[in-house]
């Protein structure tokens, strides 16, 4: 939709689906615009209410709909709610209108896990050679808070996060488009994998270029239309050495971001400097090496607290796929010997995962509600707060918890000195923590109270 078109609706009724952060994002802008007849829908009761604007809270949120010309809805309100079927043609978001406004070069960097750590790289090593470069989308403020479409604002080139939930309808015209992995994960909020599938996939038509890491070509991928990283015959990885071509560029000296996984998603990072700087990366390739020299990754992914009472503290409090939490126990392997996992069902499937603690022999595992029979079998048997051995392949110790407080306690009551705690959750953990930020919060106040009542 076109800024003239939506000031067009000046006598029409509009909807604001959810106000929370990007919900008050769009009402100031629809402000910006004059446009004043806007009601909020919001299940949440205890909402901040602006005096005069009308709000629909509560039960009722969802009533009415039809007399709403357009419903601007959060990204992350599903579309495929019953209520939400009949209105599609009348939903929009902040992405769309973005990207209908936005006409200069987007690249676009979607998969599962670790998409915030590359789409910030990307934008650390763009910064680094002048280009001006902006960073948006999933993992900051909402991007009509950070672009100013009114006054069309450019930069070089616009660095843009997307989860699965900001996809869906979408039709950019993009620069780069970049794939590295699709995993199970929000597969619920889409009805199922196909879905999801398609709202990581469909849009590519419209991308110059797309890079798709080579694991998924068999799967899914088989045009030659496409640039294919990490198995890439233009910039590979090997014996703790990048190259290009037959070239040596990087070496695992020059690499603070460690753990394989990551050596993927820079392999990414070096094909988009690549297409950027017309395939000559090495005029900045000195560049590149001081940003990965010093870039050791964000917050809460592989996140090493500090070593207490000679114990090392891992916070990994991101990850909400198995396939998140195997490649976090992949890193460290025997050096694990506290696992934190809880279950909140997202119909996941975590045969792999069993396989990997029973092949590290992990020897004391923390499970949070509610569905840890999908990794073991039903627990109703034993009681919260007494650990119990699970007689199993490798009998681990067990501590079924609500209370983080209670988690520090066993683990560093059963790890040895020198070895990891790790907590990786493996699935979201909504019906105790409102956040990962919260629950890192409890965790860490958690592991340093518990020394100091010593």
Not at 367 to 381: A, C, G, M, Y
Request: hydrophobic share 40%; aromatic share 20%; charged share 25%.
């Amino acid at each position: 939709m076109k800024i003239k078109e939506l000031i067009s609706f000046q006598n029409h009724k509009i909807a604001i689906l959810w106000f929370w952060k990007e919900g008050k994002s769009t009402l100031f802008f629809l402000l910006k615009l004059w446009l004043s007849n806007i009601s909020i829908l919001d299940k949440n009761k205890n909402i901040e209410q602006i005096e005069w604007i009308k709000y629909i809270i509560w039960e009722k949120y969802l009533c009415n709909l039809d007399e709403y010309k357009i419903i601007f809805k959060t990204a992350w309100i599903s579309p495929y709610t019953k209520e939400l079927d009949k209105y599609k043609d009348k939903l929009i978001t902040q992405s769309q209108l973005f990207f209908d406004n936005y006409k200069w070069k987007v690249i676009w960097i979607t998969w599962t896990k670790w998409k915030s750590t590359i789409s910030t790289l990307t934008y650390e090593i763009l910064k680094k050679i002048w280009y001006n470069v902006k960073l948006v989308g999933n993992i900051g403020n909402p991007v009509l808070d950070e672009i100013n479409i009114l006054n069309n604002e450019k930069y070089d080139y616009i660095i843009y996060e997307l989860s699965s939930y900001m996809l869906e309808w979408m039709n950019p015209k993009l620069y780069i488009w970049v794939l590295n992995n699709i995993y199970n994960c929000h597969i619920e909020w889409h009805k199922w994998r196909e879905n999801y599938e398609k709202a990581k996939y469909w849009i590519i038509k419209n991308a110059e270029y797309k890079l798709i890491n080579y694991e998924l070509n068999n799967e899914i991928f088989t045009n030659n239309w496409a640039i294919y990283f990490w198995d890439s015959w233009k910039y590979s990885y090997k014996n703790w050495l990048f190259y290009n071509y037959e070239q040596s560029i990087l070496d695992d000296y020059d690499i603070a971001l460690k753990w394989e996984h990551n050596k993927r998603n820079i392999s990414a990072v070096l094909w988009i400097i690549d297409i950027i700087n017309s395939n000559d990366i090495s005029k900045n390739i000195e560049k590149i090496k001081e940003i990965l020299s010093s870039f050791s990754g964000l917050p809460h992914r592989l996140e090493n607290i500090w070593t207490y009472n000679w114990i090392t503290f891992i916070d990994d409090g991101i990850a909400v796929t198995p396939e998140a939490t195997i490649a976090a126990i992949e890193t460290y392997k025997q050096n694990i010997w506290t696992i934190i996992l809880w279950w909140q069902d997202w119909n996941y499937d975590y045969i792999k995962l069993v396989n990997i603690l029973q092949k590290y022999n992990i020897e004391n595992i923390v499970l949070f509600p509610d569905t840890w029979e999908k990794i073991f079998w039903n627990l109703s048997e034993y009681n919260y707060e007494n650990e119990f051995i699970l007689k199993w392949t490798f009998n681990p110790k067990i501590l079924k918890t609500k209370s983080m407080k209670s988690a520090v306690s066993f683990a560093y009551k059963n790890t040895s000195k020198w070895k990891i705690c790790l907590l990786s959750n493996a699935a979201p953990s909504y019906n105790l923590w409102s956040g990962f930020i919260e629950k890192w919060l409890e965790y860490q106040f958690e592991i340093k109270n518990y020394l100091n009542k010593k």
